[in-house]
């Protein structure tokens, strides 16, 4: 049974499902779209393009071909949404946890529900605008924007659980509850909740912080584990970035 205090840090959390909501937005109105122009779409279509976003592979056209891109979007949203919606019970609290504790787990929550959320809706964004222009081109379909959408997602994610970790405090402030001497060192150590900070400890990867899931994060107090987030942001960020840039010229 939640306590008084778990009762009025939960509420307001349902607000922010809406984030889930703009996805199926964007996928209904491509659908619609799709619906009005059906008819007038080759009887043989595009089901796939290469890297220079030509098309290598047809189908008769019908609903299924037409419209699995959408209809995948569709499942991949319910899915975020679905493992949003679990999470609380995947983080349960900690026995007997202090009230900052549940400030700082519910602000951990709320930032897994907007930054599922947001990945949501940018790849629903994705999707429907790659079908669309499937649709209205589909002798060419840009490949820029699926390259950029790795570095927004992860920019999406970092500004997510970096916004909750300062609601989570703000909102503890203004009820009155402060962290123990401990708690706040613990709070030092750790970057928007998912990076560890540590100069001290030589590991490059870490447990993940209690209440936010099983796993392993990277410390970013060390060298090591600095050069590595550097390596991945270039790889995976920087590079595609760049690379979908310059496709789209």
Sequence with gaps: MESRVETKITSG??????????AVLVLA???????????????TIPTHWGAGGRPDAWEAKSF???????LTGAGTSALLALVAAVVPAMVPP????????????????????????????????????????????????????????????LGFLVLSYTAAARWARRTAERH????????????????????YNDPNDPHILVPKRSGTGTGLTVNVGNRRGRTAVVVFLVVFVVLPAVFGVFLAL
């Design 13 to 22: 959390r349902g607000i922010l499902w809406l984030i889930h909501f703009a």
């Design 29 to 43: 109105s491509c659908f619609t779209y799709g619906t009005t122009i059906y008819d007038s779409l080759p009887e």
């Design 64 to 70: 299924g071909t037409a419209f699995f891109p959408l």
């Design 94 to 153: 900690e026995k007997n946890p202090s009230d900052w504790e549940l400030y700082r787990r519910e602000g951990m929550i709320r930032g897994t529900v907007v930054a599922l959320g947001g990945t949501s809706v940018l790849i629903a964004a994705l999707i429907g605008a790659l079908t669309v222009a499937g649709w209205r081109s589909p002798g060419h379909v840009p490949g820029g924007p699926a390259l950029v959408m790795i570095p927004l997602i």
């Design 176 to 195: 009155g509850v402060r962290p123990t001497i401990e708690e706040e060192e613990e709070e030092k150590r750790w970057v928007g909740g998912i990076l």
